[in-house]
């Protein structure tokens, strides 16, 4: 945050323009913010992994700061940092994937993706070991699906990557099922065949995600994106809609690159194969 601040000549953006209270978008980009254009066509391959290690502003830097210490500190004292430290640096690998994949015109930047893949692996961990749980495993759903939606929602402002929130969640589902996996004395055999099946195909379906992530990234293959709906889901001026005469609290338009057009035009077949393949068999075997 200090870097990005210094980079901005430690100016607070117009809150119109970035409602985080964090600097301009060039001082973000050259902090090393996601920009499609960048990673695709000049080979900044780097801002994949940098992306969620800057944040949008001080809100933006107290959200992430939250959630790591309400999830992550506990996770690292359960199970270690040796499981721990995977799940968030793949989630947000992955996550920063799946944003250039999906809204390579927009700007973004946040470690969100990376605690929600803390979230997502709770989930997996639930799905493992909720036999072993003492603790209510209901409010503990339920608290994950609160704070997940409360990431989701704040994603859509302007900077604070969505789709890099979503996907950081999926990777995480698919690790923590892999990886946090207990030793239960109970399980009969056959039950222990079927757990281990299952964290396998969890396993190969992260490896899948990560490889066709790369492959429709750095692939010329022609198709169609969804554009505009899913520039919508990332980031979404408010109040919503088009009455004239009303200011908004917040714009999209700085963090959106209306002049780049991406060559990343691919198809739906070879986007699902790679994709699906990775969801089908990680979460469709939970």
Same mark, same amino acid.
């Given at each position: ?6 980079n901005g000549e430690w100016k607070v953006e117009n809150i119109h323009v970035n ?6 978008? $060039? ?16 080979? $900044? ?22 959630? +790591? ?8 004292? $359960? ?14 690998l992955f996550g920063e994937l799946l944003s250039t994949m999906i809204v390579p ?31 209510? @495993? ?6 994950? @699906? ?23 969640? /999926? ?9 946090? @996996?207990?030793?239960?004395? /109970? ?14 195909a969890a396993a190969i379906g992260a490896l899948a995600m990560v490889i066709a ?6 692939? &010329? ?10 520039? /919508? +889901? ?5 109040? @919503?809609? &088009? ?35 990775? +969801?089908?068999?990680?979460?469709? +075997?939970?």
């Open positions: 945050m200090v870097w990005t601040f210094s409602p985080m209270l964090g600097p301009s978008v $060039e001082a973000l980009i050259d902090s090393g913010a996601k920009r499609g254009d960048l990673i695709i066509q000049d080979g $900044e391959g780097w801002r994949l992994v940098s992306a969620y290690w800057i944040h949008a502003g001080l809100i933006h830097l107290f959200l992430a700061i939250f959630g +790591l210490i309400a999830f992550g500190w506990g996770m690292e004292k $359960e199970w270690g940092w040796m499981r721990v430290a995977p799940i968030y640096l793949i989630g947000g015109t927009t700007v973004g930047v946040g470690a969100l993706g990376a605690v929600l893949a803390l979230f997502g692996a709770e989930w997996g961990d639930i799905a493992q070991n909720h036999r072993l749980y003492q603790r209510s @495993v209901i409010k503990q759903t339920i608290t994950l @699906v609160l704070f997940m939606f409360m990431c989701m929602f704040v994603g859509l402002l302007p900077f604070i990557d969505n789709w890099a929130n979503v996907g950081g969640t /999926a990777m995480g589902i698919l690790l923590g099922t892999a990886i946090l @996996v207990r030793e239960d004395p /109970a399980l009969s055999q056959a039950r222990k065949r079927i757990q281990n099946f299952v964290r396998m992530g790369f492959a429709v990234l750095y692939t &010329n293959v022609h198709g169609e994106w969804c554009g505009e709906a899913c520039e /919508a +889901l990332d980031c979404q001026e408010f109040p @919503v809609g &088009n009455a004239t005469g009303i200011d908004k609290w917040w714009y999209c338009s700085d963090c959106r690159l209306y002049g780049f057009t991406s060559y990343l035009q691919v198809s739906a077949p070879f986007v699902g194969s790679g994709l699906g393949l990775g +969801l089908v068999l990680g979460l469709g +075997l939970c």
